[in-house]
């Protein structure tokens, strides 16, 4: 990124973070370089908004607080915000990367395996963004930030909440050029305003600056020119991203799932009626290799779609895999087009994979997270060419490890602390902390000879005892301890397995000295009745695991553990002897990239929003640059 000096009417700090260079300015405000004054922390970027406020107050507004709750692998970090001398400003993390508007302008328009992994990255922060609640305003090529490990959507000083309805508020904000007719006519802007801005910025990644007329800041003269110009894949999903009614574009999740071909193709015919969203969500995550392509019309190269082009296109990894057959509606009087192609490149994992791939069997517990995770392992596995068998919700560590240990299955998903408790690896009554690193060497040490353990993760996903807001305040409950003389008259809901476990209630009495009135244990597909029956107080207490998004949701609190009951509780991949070798590259990279915040917004998206496991995976795993 071009950092450019400070000019004669820049401040030289603001807010305690001393100005080092000008990033960009804009409409909204400029874009300091800067740092915390006096620190030798890394560099952070300080958008100084323009107007001015009264007083010099904290800003604590709820369009903040919004944009705090956008998962960080999406964008920069949103660090602070404040008013110094009646200036707003707000406070990110610095991302050393150019714009996508940098990338087109000296290197020319995105091709091919780029302009995939842009469009897929940059759809999945706007989703994202969307489910976090937060519409943004001002998609274009300049907010897009062209990072090493994929696209970044920066730059929300104008963005704010979504209501009911999914609208936001009036007022004009944004950039003229990448604005949807609706906002720039009436200031309206919601999520349907960005898929219009996210539609009109790809057609710039892929067609450059020629996009747009020379004097007209109105996108529509350029880009309905070139629509034609445009990969079939991309022309496809732009198409109805650029419907004048907001109401009949697209969803940004939902043109996601069609990226990631996990929608059905519409056959031939004329342009779907108002009414109907032309995106349809995956029916099902399996895919029947005899199913033909609907319509089984001309692809556009002479030849007709087959059965096992259809097949191959659920089957294919985005980046580096086979192409989709695609349906593109250029506009409403010309119907729709047919388009299948399959490069040499991108079908190479189709037509020359070695008859007799690897195979391995992945396993998973019987909880959606541990589902998640075996099937990224899976999806991952599957890009270096492996044949994989899928053991989805085994049951408990009490049910699946025996099977791995008996060579039933391959690798399985593990928590590190809960493994080694589970195995006696650990000495749990010492005073040492239960660092990742502490519990990983036990482990190590303590594992039969046949299995292997491969790097941990930074996400961590732990044990946790949870209350009601309104008990935590009545009792002044801040941690386990706290239950001490409480828990005879309270009734902890839980799985199973917690009763008979040390980190469960054997733990509770034997550390903190907490033993409940009773325990009602509660299976994990049942874990929506433990939260109703703690929100209406029929339970005073429950076990829950810290990423459940229903913690969040329902407002619940997790205790304090200072005795460290619960330890480190690291995502780890558990695997037989015989595979580590030629799997632990593929796991391992997996394991560096995955963070707890990405474990919290996928579980939200599976358990919350209904999303397949496969959709969510496949997104995580192309953001990530992993296939």
Request: net charge negative.
């Amino acid at each position: 990124m071009t950092v450019g000096p400070l000019t004669a009417e820049d401040p030289e700090e603001i807010g305690g973070y001393r100005l080092t260079g000008r990033i960009g300015e804009g409409g909204q405000g400029v874009v300091y370089l800067a740092s915390r004054s006096g620190t030798g922390d890394d560099p952070v970027a300080v958008k100084v908004l323009n107007g001015t406020v009264e007083g010099d107050s904290p800003m604590d507004s709820a369009e903040i607080a919004l944009v705090r709750r956008i998962p960080r692998f999406c964008t920069a970090r949103l660090l602070h915000a404040g008013v110094d001398g009646g200036r707003p400003y707000l406070v990110s993390e610095y991302i050393d990367a150019p714009s996508l508007l940098s990338v087109v302008e000296s290197g020319g328009p995105l091709r091919g395996v780029e302009l995939e992994r842009l469009a897929v990255g940059s759809i999945t922060a706007l989703a994202a963004t969307h489910a976090a609640g937060v519409v943004h305003r001002d998609v274009k090529p300049h907010n897009v930030l062209m990072a090493a490990g994929g696209p970044r959507v920066v730059d929300f000083g104008v963005a704010v909440a979504l209501g009911p309805s999914g609208a936001g508020r009036s007022g004009r904000s944004g950039t003229p050029r990448y604005m949807a007719p609706e906002q720039a006519a009436h200031g309206t802007a919601d999520a349907a305003a960005d898929v219009w801005s996210w539609a009109v910025t790809m057609v710039f990644a892929a067609v450059g600056s020629r996009a747009f007329g020379d004097d007209d800041p109105s996108p529509l003269l350029g880009v309905e020119h070139h629509l034609p110009d445009l990969p079939a894949w991309l022309g496809e999903v732009v198409m109805p991203c650029l419907r004048e009614d907001p109401a009949r574009r697209p969803q940004s999740r939902e043109i996601l799932l069609r990226l990631l071909g996990y929608d059905d193709v519409p056959p031939a015919g004329p342009a779907p009626a108002p009414a109907r969203n032309v995106f349809q969500l995956p029916r099902s995550p399996t895919v029947d290799p005899g199913r033909s392509s609907q319509g089984g019309g001309d692809t556009g190269h002479g030849h007709r779609a087959s059965p096992a082009t259809s097949f191959r296109r659920r089957r294919r990894v985005l980046v580096g895999g086979t192409a989709v057959a695609l349906v593109v509606a250029v506009t409403a009087g010309l119907g729709v087009w047919l388009r299948a192609s399959e490069p040499r490149e991108r079908a190479t994992a189709a037509t020359t994979a070695p008859t007799r791939a690897p195979h391995l069997i992945v396993g998973s517990a019987n909880f959606p997270e541990s589902v998640l995770v075996s099937e990224i392992y899976a999806q991952a596995l599957e890009a270096k060419g492996f044949a994989i068998t899928r053991r989805r919700g085994i049951g408990s560590r009490e049910t699946y490890y025996p099977l791995i240990e008996a060579g039933e299955i391959d690798l399985v998903p593990e928590y590190n602390g809960a493994l080694a408790s589970h195995l006696g690896a650990i000495d749990v009554e010492a005073k040492e902390p239960m660092t990742t690193g502490r519990v990983n060497d036990a482990l190590r040490d303590g594992l039969p000879d046949g299995l292997r353990l491969l790097d941990s993760a930074k996400a961590e996903n732990k044990d946790a005892i949870v209350v009601t807001r309104k008990t935590a305040k009545s009792h002044g409950l801040r941690s386990v301890a706290d239950l001490e003389d409480l828990a005879a008259g309270f009734v902890l809901g839980g799985l199973p397995e917690f009763e008979t476990r040390y980190q469960g209630l054997i733990g509770l009495r034997a550390v903190y000295h907490v033993d409940f009135k009773d325990f009602q244990p509660i299976r994990h597909e049942d874990s929506g009745t433990l939260a109703r029956l703690l929100t209406r107080g029929s339970l005073q207490a429950g076990h829950l695991f810290t990423t459940d998004p229903r913690i969040s949701v329902n407002g619940f609190v997790v205790l304090d553990d200072p005795e460290d009951l619960f330890g480190s509780q690291n995502v780890t991949p558990l695997v037989k002897k015989s595979v580590a070798g030629r799997v632990g590259a593929a796991l391992d990279a997996v394991s560096a990239e995955l963070t707890t915040d990405d474990l919290l917004y996928m579980n939200t998206r599976v358990a919350v929003n209904k999303d397949k496991v496969e959709t969510v995976a496949k997104a995580w795993l192309v953001q990530s640059g992993l296939v």
